[in-house]
């Protein structure tokens, strides 16, 4: 199969992989497999490899949640430490690209069409114009991707969870010195993360009874524990805010790109909530936000097309 290509999206729970012909972006194979399986992200790829009997490739693209530049490259969410040559022996190909999991989903936006994306307000610019991909899951990720005067997208890395978390009201106030553990900076990743989403919970509610944020959510959206519909609430107030901030901080009038596991399943709220209005709001330069673009990235592998346009360029 030395005319396929490896793609992978590695997480902090999961690792996914799939195979690409050279020049293609249909992605074919799609496989996750939970880290906690194996002893290290080699052992991972060598596992998908031997599943689909795959004895050589002529490159691979991996996409991790950890910066890449540098020669040793440990998970920001995981144990596992790696190489880019470690990984390209485990995968047997004879190049291979190492990508921050956000710079993939970047290079992916000028691929997502059509039934890929929900649009939440704002307007699709006509002309190429400086792009953010950001989004809940494990942590909270965010790159740019920006138009090339000649053509084409380059993509920049960035780190939004390590910011500090944007409060405003006396509520959110003392809910966020709530959370925080004494002597520490409060992040947006403390908050804006499926992590983040159920501190909220159980800072809510010390004696609640939900356990993952999954169940937090579902709780809210079935309207069965006004905890979990307030903990929400206060997850798309931040949500909101850290999303403008980020789009104000680098007019990102090509639009924001919401990735991850949370944000497609909280779209209704999304659409119907405060959400727009909190995005919009920057007082005097709040005309500037209204035409801005939020979309809901609703494919499953997004990262997958990202990989796959790095290894074409």
Not at 39 to 54: D, K
Not at 62 to 76: C, F, Q, Y
Request: aromatic letters at 6%.
């Amino acid at each position: 199969m030395t005319d396929f290509s490896l793609v992978g999206d590695i997480g902090g729970t999961n690792s996914r992989f799939g195979l690409v012909k050279q020049g293609s972006m249909a992605i074919q194979h799609m496989e996750a497999l939970r880290n906690d399986s194996f002893p290290s992200l080699e052992g991972a790829i060598q596992q998908y490899l031997r599943n689909r009997e795959v004895a050589s490739l002529s490159s691979a693209a991996i996409a991790v949640a950890a910066p890449v530049d540098r020669e040793h490259i440990s998970l920001t969410n995981y144990g596992w430490s790696f190489t880019n040559e470690s990984l390209r022996l485990a995968a047997k190909a004879r190049r291979l690209r190492l990508l921050n999991d956000y710079e993939a989903l970047a290079l992916s936006l000028p691929h997502l069409k059509g039934d890929d994306l929900v649009q939440i307000g704002g307007q699709e610019s006509s002309v190429p114009r400086l792009k953010i991909v950001m989004g809940p899951g494990t942590g909270l990720g965010m790159a740019a991707l920006a138009p090339l005067p000649q053509g084409g997208w380059m993509a920049l890395p960035g780190e939004l969870g390590q910011v500090t978390l944007p409060t405003v009201t006396r509520e959110e106030f003392d809910l966020r010195e709530r959370m925080k553990k004494p002597g520490s900076i409060f992040i947006a990743e403390d908050a804006v993360s499926g992590s983040g989403l159920h501190l909220i919970y159980r800072t809510l509610s010390p004696q609640g009874k939900l356990t993952t944020p999954e169940a937090v959510i579902q709780a809210a959206l079935k309207g069965q524990d006004a905890v979990a519909a307030k903990t929400l609430e206060h997850f798309i107030s931040w949500l909101a805010r850290i999303s403008g901030d980020a789009a104000m901080a680098l007019q990102a009038r090509g639009g924001v790109y919401l990735a991850g596991g949370i944000a497609p399943s909280i779209i209704d709220r999304l659409k119907s909530g405060p959400f727009r209005t909190i995005f919009e709001d920057k007082g005097k330069l709040s005309d500037i936000m209204r035409p801005i673009p939020v979309y809901v990235i609703v494919d499953k592998f997004p990262a997958f097309k990202g990989c796959a346009a790095s290894l074409a360029q």
